[in-house]
């Protein structure tokens, strides 16, 4: 098995350029030309809509001039002139709403497929790597990232690229008209100002990073707390999380105090270098008037380009700023498309096929730290229809092994086969389809009862939904239900009792159809009332299925084929219920201990002791 990094979630090396070479893709999708026709048609608008905005200073300064002539037409020319000078305003802002009209379609598909492949990258993404990440950051990262291509793509497409346009025509204008002199001011002013915003914008980034991390981390620690809600009601640590949610919001503060105070000087600079820059193209053209040169409708053209770039220049700071946020934005969420896949098809992976559900694992070695084996020489056979079950103490391997058969990790060495077919030569999908697993921690979405039972084959019908309910002992309880299958089983199915979480979740599993089954200490968490009733139900969706029971209470093992005892990723004993007592060894001696432990217990609920003792002694079993 390849070494993974200690923390997967630590930023690359990719710029900004790579970040934009990232995003090119969407905005000029394969396979769709009328999406880049649509870009080339924004595009013309986009030209035409500056080209139009550059000559309308142009006719008010001739109505400028008209009207400070004695000579010419006082009433005729100028109006027509002031009458084009309106139409080419309107035309030039509805070419602008025209170019963001076409373009819409272009810019929220763009969107809508990075998110979504972004999606579905996270989910083919292995355990390892959710269980070294923080949900809440995830969570973040994609919905600031597609958030900032948005704003990337509404404010450079159609505000810096464009300014910088009308800044090219404009000191083409002003050198036709007036001579170099003017458009080199007029340049000039434009570079300091960029630069200016460059240079001081890139020292203030460290903040807005230090910002993005602290809100992160807020962001995390808040949905982590509210999702364990009940515990922290239980330790009475309601002070201690706020004081760690605090704790994130006081650095997220102290990192926006200190880009609010740089702003201010980014502000201050920028304003200085466009007045001075207006200043001297002023002091120019009236010195131009003075000299005869230049009339007063050259001044006001002047005042009025200067104006004009002075507009989107001065909001320009601004959107440089958000721009840099934006593609920092954007490199987290396609830096979590970069993360390499652990776990991938081969390139002749084929589908599963399905004979008998007959389940090996031939010499199986495992760990996921080289430091620390899990599993050692692991060797067993599932034959079709039968049930294994796996025992043995917290950390022996159990678990490991049904992650291993799910494939959520490679083996390191040995394999691990379906009906003679390496897990690691046949498809995912194909593969998980034929697996039904019910966990000990069974863990429901906030939806209905229906939506959580229909999780296992969304396209089952309602007939069939109900059908899996009744077989999972749980239609009845339902149907008491004011709602009855719409019912909401609120966040992480806490509006359920364990017993009712269990149920569904064995109904969910026999609503999917599988051949294999994993149970995963399904019945470690609950009341031995509730225990025996999803024992029943558990032998009854097991008939006939090929299935694999991993246990930490011996009495809901005894009925199976074959025990495996587990001890530091060690198969140390094998055989049936009765073999294993035979053996008098270790299996023997848990077997013990848990039946005193039961019976301690059952003597304390007769005597009415309290339950902190009675649950003691049920820690006492396991």
Same mark, same amino acid.
């Given at each position: 098995?390849?070494?993974?990094?200690?923390?997967?979630?630590?930023?690359?090396?990719?710029?900004?350029?790579?970040?934009?070479?990232?995003?090119?893709?969407?905005?000029?999708?394969?396979?769709?030309?009328?999406?880049?026709?649509?870009?080339?048609?924004?595009?013309?608008?986009?030209?035409?809509?500056?080209?139009?905005?550059?000559?309308?200073?142009?006719?008010?300064?001739?109505?400028?001039?008209?009207?400070?002539?004695?000579?010419?037409?006082?009433?005729?020319?100028?109006?027509?002139?002031?009458?084009?000078?309106?139409?080419?305003?309107?035309?030039?802002?509805?070419?602008?709403?025209?170019?963001?009209?076409?373009?819409?379609?272009?810019?929220?598909?763009?969107?809508?497929?990075?998110?979504?492949?972004?999606?579905?990258?996270?989910?083919?993404?292995?355990?390892?790597?959710?269980?070294?990440?923080?949900?809440?950051?995830?969570?973040?990262?994609?919905?600031?990232?597609?958030?900032?291509?948005?704003?990337?793509?509404?404010?450079?497409?159609?505000?810096?690229?464009?300014?910088?346009?009308?800044?090219?025509?404009?000191?083409?204008?002003?050198?036709?008209?007036?001579?170099?002199?003017?458009?080199?001011?007029?340049?000039?002013?434009?570079?300091?100002?960029?630069?200016?915003?460059?240079?001081?914008?890139?020292?203030?980034?460290?903040?807005?990073?230090?910002?993005?991390?602290?809100?992160?981390?807020?962001?995390?620690?808040?949905?982590?707390?509210?999702?364990?809600?009940?515990?922290?009601?239980?330790?009475?640590?309601?002070?201690?999380?706020?004081?760690?949610?605090?704790?994130?919001?006081?650095?997220?503060?102290?990192?926006?105090?200190?880009?609010?105070?740089?702003?201010?000087?980014?502000?201050?600079?920028?304003?200085?270098?466009?007045?001075?820059?207006?200043?001297?193209?002023?002091?120019?053209?009236?010195?131009?008037?003075?000299?005869?040169?230049?009339?007063?409708?050259?001044?006001?053209?002047?005042?009025?380009?200067?104006?004009?770039?002075?507009?989107?220049?001065?909001?320009?700071?601004?959107?440089?700023?958000?721009?840099?946020?934006?593609?920092?934005?954007?490199?987290?969420?396609?830096?979590?498309?970069?993360?390499?896949?652990?776990?991938?098809?081969?390139?002749?992976?084929?589908?599963?096929?399905?004979?008998?559900?007959?389940?090996?694992?031939?010499?199986?070695?495992?760990?996921?730290?080289?430091?620390?084996?899990?599993?050692?020489?692991?060797?067993? *056979? $599932? @034959?079709?229809? #039968?049930? /294994?079950?796996?025992?043995?103490?917290?950390?022996?391997?159990?678990?490991?092994? +049904?992650? &291993?058969?799910?494939?959520?990790?490679?083996?390191?060495?040995?394999?691990?086969?379906?009906?003679?077919?390496?897990?690691?030569?046949?498809?995912?999908?194909?593969?998980?389809?034929?697996?039904?697993?019910?966990?000990?921690?069974?863990?429901?979405?906030?939806?209905?009862?229906?939506?959580?039972?229909?999780?296992?084959?969304?396209?089952?019908?309602?007939?069939?939904?109900?059908?899996?309910?009744?077989?999972?002992?749980?239609?009845?309880?339902?149907?008491?239900?004011?709602?009855?299958?719409?019912?909401?089983?609120?966040?992480?199915?806490?509006?359920?009792?364990?017993?009712?979480?269990? *149920? $569904? @979740?064995?109904? #969910?599993? /026999?609503?999917?159809?599988?051949?294999?089954?994993?149970?995963?200490?399904?019945? +470690?968490? &609950?009341?031995?009332?509730?225990?025996?009733?999803?024992?029943?139900?558990?032998?009854?969706?097991?008939?006939?299925?090929?299935?694999?029971?991993?246990?930490?209470?011996?009495?809901?093992?005894?009925?199976?084929?074959?025990?495996?005892?587990?001890?530091?990723?060690?198969?140390?004993?094998?055989?049936?219920?009765?073999?294993?007592?035979?053996?008098?060894?270790?299996?023997?001696?848990?077997?013990?201990?848990?039946?005193?432990?039961?019976?301690?217990?059952?003597?304390?609920?007769?005597?009415?002791?309290?339950?902190?003792?009675?649950?003691?002694?049920?820690?006492?079993?396991?």
């Amino acid at each position: 098995m390849k070494p993974q990094p200690d923390n997967p979630q630590e930023p690359g090396t990719r710029n900004d350029l790579q970040t934009l070479h990232t995003l090119l893709p969407y905005l000029w999708p394969h396979g769709e030309p009328a999406l880049k026709f649509r870009v080339l048609i924004a595009m013309l608008f986009l030209t035409v809509a500056k080209a139009t905005n550059v000559a309308v200073p142009i006719f008010y300064k001739q109505a400028v001039d008209s009207l400070t002539d004695p000579a010419g037409g006082l009433i005729v020319l100028p109006v027509a002139l002031l009458i084009t000078y309106g139409l080419t305003r309107v035309l030039a802002q509805a070419f602008g709403e025209f170019r963001d009209a076409v373009f819409s379609r272009v810019a929220q598909r763009a969107i809508r497929l990075a998110g979504l492949k972004t999606f579905r990258h996270l989910h083919r993404l292995s355990l390892r790597f959710h269980l070294g990440r923080k949900t809440g950051g995830i969570s973040r990262a994609v919905e600031r990232g597609t958030k900032g291509i948005e704003f990337l793509l509404r404010f450079m497409l159609f505000n810096v690229i464009p300014t910088m346009l009308e800044i090219i025509l404009v000191c083409g204008v002003l050198w036709y008209l007036y001579g170099i002199t003017f458009a080199l001011v007029t340049f000039s002013t434009m570079c300091i100002y960029i630069i200016w915003t460059l240079v001081i914008t890139e020292k203030r980034l460290k903040y807005r990073r230090v910002m993005n991390e602290t809100d992160s981390e807020a962001h995390t620690r808040a949905v982590d707390s509210l999702l364990n809600f009940e515990t922290v009601k239980y330790f009475g640590n309601e002070e201690h999380e706020a004081n760690r949610f605090d704790q994130a919001l006081r650095g997220y503060e102290a990192a926006a105090v200190k880009s609010g105070v740089s702003l201010a000087g980014l502000n201050i600079g920028q304003g200085f270098i466009i007045s001075s820059g207006v200043t001297i193209s002023m002091l120019l053209a009236g010195k131009g008037i003075v000299d005869g040169t230049m009339t007063i409708g050259d001044f006001v053209l002047v005042n009025s380009y200067l104006i004009q770039l002075f507009l989107p220049l001065n909001f320009l700071g601004f959107v440089y700023r958000e721009i840099k946020r934006s593609l920092t934005d954007m490199d987290a969420m396609f830096e979590l498309i970069d993360q390499e896949e652990e776990i991938r098809d081969s390139e002749n992976a084929k589908s599963l096929s399905i004979k008998g559900g007959e389940v090996v694992f031939e010499k199986v070695r495992f760990q996921y730290d080289v430091r620390r084996p899990i599993l050692k020489d692991i060797s067993f *056979r $599932v @034959a079709p229809g #039968r049930n /294994i079950a796996l025992v043995g103490p917290s950390g022996s391997g159990k678990s490991t092994i +049904s992650r &291993l058969l799910y494939r959520f990790y490679d083996v390191a060495e040995g394999r691990i086969t379906i009906d003679g077919q390496d897990i690691r030569d046949i498809t995912q999908s194909s593969l998980r389809a034929a697996i039904g697993m019910v966990p000990q921690d069974t863990v429901l979405f906030n939806d209905t009862i229906y939506y959580n039972i229909a999780y296992g084959r969304p396209d089952a019908t309602p007939s069939e939904v109900e059908e899996a309910a009744r077989l999972a002992k749980i239609h009845d309880f339902i149907m008491t239900l004011p709602d009855k299958y719409q019912s909401k089983v609120g966040e992480r199915g806490l509006k359920l009792s364990g017993g009712e979480k269990q *149920r $569904v @979740a064995i109904a #969910r599993t /026999i609503l999917k159809r599988p051949h294999i089954l994993i149970f995963d200490e399904a019945t +470690s968490a &609950l009341d031995s009332e509730t225990e025996q009733g999803i024992l029943s139900s558990l032998r009854e969706v097991s008939e006939n299925h090929t299935t694999l029971t991993i246990a930490h209470r011996l009495s809901t093992v005894i009925d199976a084929d074959e025990i495996l005892v587990l001890e530091s990723g060690e198969v140390v004993e094998r055989g049936s219920h009765d073999q294993l007592l035979g053996l008098n060894s270790r299996y023997s001696d848990m077997w013990q201990r848990q039946r005193q432990a039961a019976k301690a217990r059952e003597t304390l609920a007769k005597a009415g002791e309290p339950e902190d003792l009675i649950l003691a002694a049920i820690k006492s079993a396991d």
